[in-house]
């Protein structure tokens, strides 16, 4: 028997928003929010000039490394895929993994 989310498109939602100083006006870095904004749980934050991105939790309680002031979170953007069934369809080029598009 075949799944019944096989032949119906699954649209995926990603946030992304800029991590930026209210006192300074420093951009520290973009947050990835996931599937949700704002974000429940943990969240990616990618900082300019570091390969690796870094796992937070609690990212509203970060502060700027320059000058102690808080954070705040601008120019939100959602970005959405669209996948086919419980997974992508061959040769998809989607950036997040095909279970994350099967979750709904």
């Known amino acids: 028997m075949e799944s019944p989310m096989v032949g119906i498109a699954a649209r995926l939602v990603r946030f992304t928003a800029e991590l930026t100083c209210l006192l300074c006006g420093r951009s520290l870095g973009?947050?990835?929010?996931?599937?949700?904004?704002?974000?429940?749980g943990e969240v990616?934050?990618?900082?300019?000039?570091?390969?690796?991105?870094?796992l937070l939790s609690?990212?509203?309680?970060?502060?700027?490394?320059?000058?102690?002031?808080?954070?705040?979170?601008t120019e939100v953007t959602s970005l959405g895929a669209v996948g086919r069934g419980p997974g992508l369809d061959t040769g998809s080029h989607s950036p997040w993994p095909a279970t994350q598009l099967a979750r709904g």
Not at 32 to 38: E, K, N, T
Not at 45 to 51: E, I, K, M, S, T
Not at 58 to 73: D, E, K, P, Q, S
Request: glycine share 16%; proline share 11%.
């Open 58 to 73: 609690g990212w509203w309680r970060r502060r700027c490394t320059t000058c102690g002031g808080a954070l705040m979170a």
């Open 30 to 40: 973009t947050l990835d929010g996931g599937s949700s904004w704002p974000p429940r």
């Open 44 to 54: 990616l934050l990618y900082r300019p000039g570091v390969d690796q991105p870094t």
